[in-house]
T-cell receptor
Framework: DAGVTQSPTHLIKTRGQHVTLRCSPI?????VSWYQQVLGQGPQFIFQ???????GRGNFPDRFSARQFPNYSSELNVNALLLGDSALYLC?????????????FGPGTRLTVT | QQPVQSPQAVILREGEDAVINCSSS?????VHWYRQKHGEAPVFLMI?????EQKGHEKISASFNEKKQQSSLYLTASQLSYSGTYFC??????????FGTGTSLTVIP
């Protein structure tokens, strides 16, 4: 079975632009979480989605939004990009539901904001 | 609410043992452990649930003291492949997940 996939792998954007990151969970997994990892730090929780509904939200500004589609894939959107948004964005899927289960991470999308 | 880990960094020779500690100021209902190698995504190691249930798929052991709000990860007879940054993590009742401060482990020949 394929693991968690994310696209694109790398992205360069300019301050003020908008970006959309995509994630496909492991087949059969219905929950997806998004994390931001700044160089040298641990991942910071942004969102969790389960069955297309937001189940958890981290301490990020409203510029960050996400959604989950009927096939359980997910998008993370960031508006009005700031230099500080430069980071590795990780998507994790978990089975079989929201709650306390192991998370399987995708390879991440490296976002650079100039 | 971020769990605090100790030590921050440790260097081992192959075959030596190590203990990584994770402590939280909030009540812990479960503790996850992940390892992240440089340039790669975190990889799940183990989850410990309140009540003693433990789920994992690698030959690594851990303990979970609910009263002290602490967990420890035990790495025995370390191998070069054990090198990486280890993170504990925990979820709160709002489904927010917090990774710990991280412990960098380097195993040398």
């Amino acid at each position: 079975d394929a693991g968690v996939t994310q696209s694109p792998t790398h992205l360069i954007k300019t301050r003020g632009q908008h970006v959309t990151l995509r994630c496909s969970p492991i087949s059969g997994h219905k929950s997806v979480s998004w994390y931001q990892q700044v160089l040298g730090q641990g991942p910071q929780f942004i969102f969790q989605y389960y069955e297309k509904e937001e189940r958890g939200r981290g301490n990020f500004p409203d510029r960050f939004s996400a959604r989950q589609f009927p096939n359980y894939s997910s998008e993370l959107n960031v508006n009005a990009l700031l230099l500080g948004d430069s980071a590795l964005y990780l998507c994790a899927s978990q089975s079989p539901s929201a709650g306390v289960y192991e998370q399987y991470f995708g390879p991440g999308t490296r976002l650079t904001v100039t | 609410q971020q769990p605090v880990q100790s030590p921050q960094a440790v260097i081992l020779r192959e075959g030596e043992d190590a203990v990584i500690n994770c402590s939280s100021s909030k009540a812990l209902y479960s503790v996850h452990w992940y390892r992240q190698k440089h340039g790669e995504a975190p990889v799940f190691l183990m989850i410990l649930l309140k009540g003693g249930e433990q789920k994992g798929h690698e030959k690594i052991s851990a303990s979970f003291n609910e009263k002290k709000q602490q967990s420890s990860l035990y790495l025995t007879a370390s191998q070069l492949s054990y090198s990486g940054t280890y993170f504990c993590g925990t979820a709160n009742t709002g489904n927010q997940f917090y990774f710990g401060t991280g412990t960098s482990l380097t195993v040398i020949p």
